[in-house]
């Protein structure tokens, strides 16, 4: 079975003080899926897993494979059985670091598959390890195209339903998310009932990521990059998460 896995954008992100219990960053962030792009994923069950990724036809290696990370965890959870295994084949249509979720959106991608295939139940069970396996799953799994979300990523709620075109556009930076949290500091308070208003109203140059500007300031070339396509497309650029990709809105 060949099945799409879509990217997200963040079109607003707000960031809270770090949990140093947790050592992590509550959000409050406005995700919208962005589904005229795509990977593919190839499913099918097998005498043992493997996981390849292609771009171009030309087959990649991939360290730290979600995927795998996944299917492990789903097992050690008895959540899938220890004799499933499965060949999975991921056609990369989006280009790796992206920083728009694909990681969480290929992982979502295969829990839906197993799902429809009744391989595994969607249960308590399954919802408390998602949140193990990464932060944007739960909203690429609630299927919706618009979406609140905040907490740590499991918290989604759905929004009335926007058609936005968004124009992606790639480059070859590799911004660590790590990286970039760890150096942002919360020096402005923004209010995200503002943000929603400012999107309601159709204000997007209003819209605000948290973490642009450390991110800017890690990668000067990221920088460049914005300020040139800002002249080019002649309106804002926003920048997803703590990057690589920007964007424009309609």
């Not at 087959?59 to 220890?82: A, G, P, R, S, V």
């Not at 979406?147 to 968004?166: D, M, P, Q, S, T």
């Amino acid at each position: 079975m060949r099945i799409k896995s879509y990217p997200k954008v963040n079109l607003f992100l707000l960031i809270d003080k770090k949990d140093k219990r947790k050592n992590l960053h509550k959000i409050k962030s406005l995700f919208y899926l962005v589904d005229n792009y795509y990977d593919e994923i190839e499913i099918k069950e097998s005498s043992e897993t493997v996981v390849r990724y292609f771009i171009e036809n030309k087959q990649i290696n991939i360290d730290d494979c979600i995927l795998k990370k996944t299917i492990n965890l789903l097992k050690k959870k008895k959540i899938l059985n220890e004799n499933n295994f499965f060949e999975i084949n991921v056609y990369k249509k989006i280009p790796l670091f992206s920083g728009l979720g694909m990681g969480s959106s290929n992982a979502s991608a295969l829990i839906n598959y197993l799902i429809s295939q009744k391989i595994i139940k969607n249960n308590k069970k399954l919802k408390k390890v998602i949140l193990e396996i990464g932060s944007d799953l739960m909203f690429f799994l609630k299927n919706k195209k618009i979406a609140f979300v905040y907490g740590y990523g499991e918290k989604v709620l759905g929004f009335r339903k926007h058609n936005l075109k968004i124009n992606l556009f790639f480059n070859d930076l590799v911004c660590s998310t790590k990286e970039v949290f760890n150096n942002f500091q919360k020096k402005e308070k923004h209010s995200f009932l503002k943000q929603i208003f400012y999107f309601k109203i159709k204000q997007y140059d209003f819209l605000i990521n948290e973490l642009d500007k450390v991110s800017f300031k890690l990668y000067p070339e990221l920088k460049k990059i914005k300020e040139n396509l800002n002249k080019k497309e002649n309106k804002k650029v926003f920048l997803s998460g703590s990057g690589s990709t920007l964007f424009t809105i309609g």
